[in-house]
């Protein structure tokens, strides 16, 4: 706790913090960005989670922060798609390697929807009944 307000004190800025009774506490802007994030995301109805760099979690809750099932979760692991370290029986997983997939995914996913989409905007597309769709098709051919 020492650490942090000899941090706090040598890194002072414009920013502040301030208690109910008005008392302001100045803190560095590092400190300020983080704050205004974790406040934009709670009034825009997201939740924060705060946790010790170099967590590790069990399997199951890293299928769980990914929203897949275990054995999923495993065949990606054991794929090589997610580091993990076996210390004894059980794998762990390190949650910066979580997220540096799900961002990977992410990217991925967005990749191919533009892939699709721009595709998409060149090809015939017929929209109706499937009987219609098909006269209309044998009326064009005549």
């Known amino acids: 706790m020492r650490e942090l307000e000899v941090f706090l ?11 109910p009774q008005g008392n302001a506490r100045p803190i ?3 400190i300020f960005r983080i704050l205004e994030q ?3 995301a709670l009034a ?11 967590m590790t979690m069990t399997t199951q809750q ?3 922060f990914l929203g897949i099932s275990r054995p999923t979760l495993v065949r990606l692991l054991e ?9 004894g029986r059980h794998r762990r ?7 540096a997939y799900q961002a990977n995914f992410r990217a991925e996913r967005r990749a191919a929807l533009r892939e699709l989409q721009r595709a998409s905007l060149g090809a015939k597309v017929q929209v109706g009944n499937p009987a219609d769709v098909k ?4 009326l064009d051919t005549e």
């Open 9 to 19: 004190a040598q890194n002072s800025s414009k920013a502040a913090l301030v208690d």
């Open 28 to 30: 560095p802007d590092e």
């Open 38 to 40: 974790v406040t934009n």
């Open 44 to 54: 825009a109805g997201e939740g924060i989670t705060i946790v010790p760099q170099g």
């Open 62 to 64: 890293a299928a769980d």
């Open 79 to 87: 794929a090589g798609d997610i580091a993990y370290d076996k210390p």
């Open 93 to 99: 997983v390190r949650l910066e390697d979580l997220v």
């Open 135 to 138: 006269r209309r098709a044998e």
